[in-house]
């Protein structure tokens, strides 16, 4: 039987596999243009839920899940697949340089790549910490952290955790009680660094001051209103027998700019999120810190054939911090002004929302609960409503699609 094939007039490529564009894809799958042809460009085939990030560390969660496949994603919105890096924008000929394959040509681009944490400035951070994003090496890390462990359960550890945000205090409460499970020692110390005077600075003081009670109930030293300015690596000794027998002592120092040090070893960066290097020599416009700046639409200010979402957009007249609830509520606006772009129709201006209800997972099966100036203690029955809305959403995205069930 002959089938009428629909040619393709516009091509539509994402850059990027995070929560906007896995909801963009899911709804393109559900109602397509015809005519248009769909490219998804990004560094890995699953994408990492960062709302189950923190349960995963903690061991609530499997690896999948809490990640989005996205070559299953891919396949339901009909869409190409191209697993690589990006490295730069040819704007005047509309092409998406990659690391590894020819470039690729688009109509209409969306950006939605994340961010990562600030190291480039800190002495030896790029070297010796590892950073919070991109995820998958931070779990690589955490999973060869947690056999090294296992194996020697009886060695005391010290893990430095720098970044007194919300990441960094999620990082610091999963990972203690993910290890306190494993080792056989009460020697595991966790210290957390933040250069604000008040841990997670972008929440109300409730929030603050609960987090903060927790943490130190918990043990976990805190070392506020300090600036870490190196991270300097152990002194390393040649005799493999002494290296045995000292190996506690050979850890990485934390410096700070007060003379404060620590040593740890391993040291996790969870700092002020950065733009990749790439996109400044993109022509498009920017804030100081790399991010795309977009008006409500979420087009680019200087390209309106561009748009971008999730932390690696900033919004001119919306300032928000760069959080996942932001990312998801984004995706469907992105995707319906994708649409109206592409079939030629005015587009529609999106608000965030300013308050949200955020659940804050304590590694222990437990969560706090806070929006606006109101928040809530550690309790199960928070948890098991985190768990809740959490496993709800990634069932969006589950191999049910476009199997009717």
Known sequence: MQQNLQPIVQDLVLIGGGHSHAIVLRLFGMK?????????????????????????????????????????????????????????????????????????????????????????????????????????????????????????????????????????????????????????????????????????????????????????????????????????????????????????????????????????NKVFWVTQASAPQWLKATGLRTNEQGFILVDDTLQSMTHPYIFAAGDIATMVNHSRPKAGVFAVRQGKPLFENLQRFLSGQSLKPYKPQKEYLSLIGTGDGRAIATKGTFTLSPHKLLWCWKDWIDRRFMENFSRKLGTGE
């Open 32 to 264: 397509p243009i015809p005519g248009v042809r769909l490219t998804l460009i990004t560094t890995a085939s699953d994408t990492p839920y960062s709302g189950m990030l923190p349960g995963h560390i903690a061991g609530f969660y499997s690896h999948d899940e809490c990640h989005i496949d996205l070559r299953h994603l891919a396949n339901f919105a009909q869409a190409q697949l191209y697993i690589d890096r990006v490295v730069g924008l040819d704007l005047k000929n509309r092409q998406v340089i990659c690391a590894n394959r020819p470039t690729v040509t688009f109509d209409v681009l969306s950006i939605d790549i994340g961010s990562t944490p600030a190291t480039i400035s800190v002495s030896g951070a790029a070297e010796y910490a590892i950073p919070a994003k991109p995820v998958p090496q931070l779990l690589a890390q955490w999973q060869q952290l947690l056999v090294n462990v296992a194996a020697n359960p009886q060695t005391p550890i010290s893990i430095g955790i720098v970044g007194g945000g919300a990441g960094g205090v999620e990082l610091a409460l999963s990972m203690q009680a993910r290890l306190k499970r494993i080792l056989q020692t009460e020697d595991l110390a966790i210290h957390l660094f933040g250069r604000h005077r008040e841990l997670m600075p972008d929440h109300y003081q409730s929030v603050q001051h609960q987090v903060k009670r927790i943490l130190t109930q918990r043990g976990i030293r805190l070392y506020l209103g300090e600036t870490v300015c190196q991270i300097e690596p152990p002194n390393l000794i040649s005799n493999s027998f002494l290296l045995a027998e000292r190996r506690e002592q050979n850890r990485l120092k934390v410096k700070c700019e007060s003379g404060l040090i620590v040593e740890c």
